[in-house]
């Protein structure tokens, strides 16, 4: 198992510094269990789309130096990346998944990360912060 942390203010300016972390991370640990250039390429738009909805969204209310917390663990079998926020409780399976071709503001991310990884749960944690959950399992397929 490996893992990382990361701990960043709530602003979008900070997202290449996150993206910058994240690379970093798979560059020591992802390509040696045989994880793809396209997996990791996903993973990456997973965070930057995790990320970015902390600050726009959970954070919008919020003094940018409320922080955003980032852990990235590596099992032999997945990576799962957790995103911390502290906006009010929010449940993303009431999105109304747009229809192909219709225009729609808001909501695509939640079901673009249900597309880049296997497994995705946004919940409130016992610490009244709310946790994204993103798992990609390393062979495609595997769940």
């Not at 940018?64 to 032999?76: D, H, K, M, Q």
């Not at 079998?77 to 929010?90: N, V």
């Not at 695509?108 to 990884?117: D, T, V």
Request: with cysteine; proline share 4%.
């Amino acid at each position: 198992m490996q893992q990382d942390h990361l701990t960043v203010k709530s602003e979008l300016k900070l997202l290449n510094q996150v993206q910058q972390w994240f690379e970093q991370f798979c560059l020591r640990h992802l390509a040696q269990y045989g994880w793809s250039e396209s997996q990791i390429y996903r993973l990456n738009l997973a965070l930057a789309e995790g990320f970015t909805n902390a600050v726009r969204h959970a954070h919008r209310a919020l003094p940018p130096e409320t922080t955003i917390e980032i852990e990235v663990i590596l099992w032999i079998d997945r990576l799962e990346m957790r995103i911390w926020d502290h906006g009010k409780p929010f449940n993303p399976d009431t999105l109304a998944e747009p229809e192909p071709g219709t225009l729609q503001v808001g909501g695509f991310g939640w079901f673009l990360l249900r597309r880049l990884a296997d497994h995705v749960v946004y919940e409130r944690g016992a610490d009244s912060r709310n946790c994204l959950l993103i798992v990609k399992y390393c062979l495609e397929g595997q769940h």
